[in-house]
């Protein structure tokens, strides 16, 4: 997988799981608890996590939405903190 290739992927993942989670980037960027560095760290942050295969899974079991990420999730602490 190319490297822009990947990062959309992971992209799409993150913004997938902040979704099921009920925590909103482009709100928290309007309001400004959220730069777009830190979404950018998130991104990465997602790319590297071990876990991140199973994502996919764990996001269609939860397609009517969660109370919090899986525990492996390198962004769960954001997630939390964008929900509040």
Known sequence: ???LT???HHTDL???MASTV???FTTAMVDRRMSGQELRNAVFACV???GGARCP???E???AGAEDTPAYCRNRDLLQ???D
Do not use: Q
């Open 1 to 3: 997988m190319g490297l």
């Open 6 to 8: 990947r990062l959309n």
């Open 14 to 16: 993150i913004t997938r």
């Open 22 to 24: 009920n925590a909103d």
């Open 48 to 50: 590297g996590c071990e």
């Open 57 to 59: 899974d764990w996001l």
């Open 61 to 63: 079991a939860h397609s």
């Open 81 to 83: 903190r964008l929900r």
